[in-house]
């Protein structure tokens, strides 16, 4: 495909599992963050988004929990399916930056 | 829906040649981003642009030119391609002046140089 692939860190689950791919992030200014997916030959699509207001928020499948304690994210999907095997990118941003930080992408593959 | 376009899915390119990238956005969406995709570094932001006719910087911009006439257009321009501008290459869109607003990516573009 054409993701960035070689090197990135990969979660194997199966079908109907639930995943839990994390994130960790540095600058604790940051304030905003959202959860990306990237299918091979595809430009990342918005899966979630999370402000540092909340520790945690649902969408369809998918939840992001925020711990600004020890500044880590992650995304649970429920229900793994084979059409969730992408790259997943978590992004952030923080007040009077306009462009998003993103970090390196965690590959998912689902095992039927 | 948010629909960002660009103008090729792939192209080829010798080095020293002039290439540019096009990027178009039909949600009336004031910022737009270029970014390249390489693997193990992840999306690095090149430049971006918040308002027609106005453009920053962003990590990687040395050896890359932009230019925003219309506020749906952005284009990159390689002034003289070189092989290590061989990269994925993400333009995206974003709704407000403000500076947290989701961005929307289109395909991409991969380019190769030779």
Redesign the interface.
């Known amino acids: 495909g054409?993701n960035?692939?070689?090197?990135l860190p990969t979660l194997s689950v199966q079908e109907g599992d639930n995943s839990i791919i994390n994130c960790a992030y540095s600058n604790s200014a940051s304030?905003?963050f959202?959860w990306?997916k990237q299918e091979s030959?595809?430009?990342?699509?918005?899966i979630i988004?999370i402000?540092s207001n909340m520790d945690k928020r649902q969408g369809q499948r998918v939840t992001v929990l925020l711990n600004k304690t020890v500044k880590h994210l992650s995304l649970q999907i429920a229900a793994t399916q084979p059409g969730d095997s992408a790259v997943y990118?978590c992004?952030e941003?923080?007040?009077?930056?306009?462009?998003?930080t993103?970090?390196?992408?965690t590959r998912l593959q689902v095992q039927p | 829906d948010v629909k960002v376009t660009q103008s090729s899915r792939y192209l080829v390119k010798r080095t020293g040649e002039k290439v540019f990238l096009e990027c178009v956005q039909d949600m009336d969406h004031e910022n737009m981003f270029w970014y390249r995709q390489d693997p193990g570094l992840g999306l690095r932001l090149i430049y971006f642009s918040y308002d027609v006719k106005m453009k920053e910087k962003g990590d990687i911009p040395e050896g890359y030119s932009v230019s925003r006439e219309k506020k749906e257009r952005f284009s990159l321009i390689l002034e003289s391609a070189s092989t290590n501008q061989t990269s994925m290459y993400l333009c995206a869109s974003s709704g407000t002046s403000g500076s947290q607003e989701t961005q929307y990516f289109g395909p991409g573009t991969r380019l190769l140089v030779l």
């Open positions: 054409e960035v692939g070689l090197h304030d905003y959202i990306y030959g595809k430009g990342p699509q918005f988004d402000r990118f992004a941003n923080h007040t009077g930056r306009r462009a998003l993103f970090g390196s992408g």
